[in-house]
């Protein structure tokens, strides 16, 4: 199984926005809404972020928010934070019962 | 609070077996909500999933894997294992044991770790 698609890196000022995206086919992202999206800080284990396309685990903040159109996937960071910069990944569920993350996007905060 | 923690050898000889085991602590493996998966990342690149297992012993694997890969649960123990054979070089990873619900995302990891392949 090929990897789902993100940018290799986005960037932001402190309070922007910034989206990343992530591209499947119609065996993954656009037959499943059980796309996830995960945060991890250098040397640290991945968090989950964003489950189910757009809902957010407890302690999560409200400025990460995920939505889906088709075959593409979106993670939305608002109000841009130094904390924030990190590699994130995106994860779907797929037509042959595994999952299939995405290559990862690194986040700077400028 | 759940914790997952994995153990294994560090350094493992290429066409060998690379054998990892995962500790569940904070909650019961025998849940009929939850797979249990292992999830790997070489150095400086992405995350990649090998694949989980159910507390019956059904076992989904990524088909890039799939004949190199053995998931396996321990109810007994509250533990779960990967057996990954004939390794390579390219195997060389931190390796996180982690809880998925359903197989649609993964909610708590383990803290990782390293496994080289070396002669």
């Known amino acids: 199984q090929s990897a789902l698609t993100q940018p290799a890196s986005v960037s932001g000022s402190p309070g922007q926005s910034i989206t990343i995206s992530c591209t499947g086919t119609?065996?993954?992202?656009?037959?499943?809404?059980?796309v996830s999206w995960y945060q991890q800080h250098p040397g640290k284990a991945p968090k989950l972020m964003i489950y189910?396309?757009?809902n957010r685990p407890s302690g999560v903040s409200n400025r990460f928010s995920g939505s889906k159109s088709g075959n593409t996937a979106s993670l939305i960071v608002s109000g841009l934070q130094a904390e924030d910069e990190a590699d994130y990944y995106c994860?779907?569920?797929?037509?042959?019962?595994?999952?299939?993350f995405g290559g990862g996007t690194r986040l700077t905060v400028l | 609070q759940l914790q997952l923690q994995e153990s294994g050898p560090g350094l493992v000889k290429p066409s060998e077996t690379l054998s990892l085991t995962c500790s569940v602590s904070?909650?019961?493996?025998?849940?009929?909500?939850?797979?249990w998966g292992w999830i790997r990342q070489p150095p400086g690149k992405g995350l990649e999933w090998i694949g989980a297992v159910y507390y019956t012993g059904s076992t989904h694997s990524n088909p890039s894997l799939k004949n190199r890969v053995t998931i396996s649960v321990d109810k007994s123990k509250n533990q779960f294992s990967l057996k990954l054979n004939s390794v390579i070089a390219a195997d060389t990873a931190v390796y996180y044991c982690a809880r998925h619900s359903g197989l649609r995302a993964v909610d708590y990891w383990g803290q990782g770790t390293l496994v080289t392949v070396s002669s």
């Open positions: 189910d396309v757009s």
């Open positions: 904070g909650g019961s493996i025998n849940n009929n909500n939850y797979y």
């Open positions: 119609s065996n993954d992202i656009g037959n499943y809404n059980f």
């Open positions: 994860t779907s569920y797929t037509v042959s019962n595994t999952l299939i």
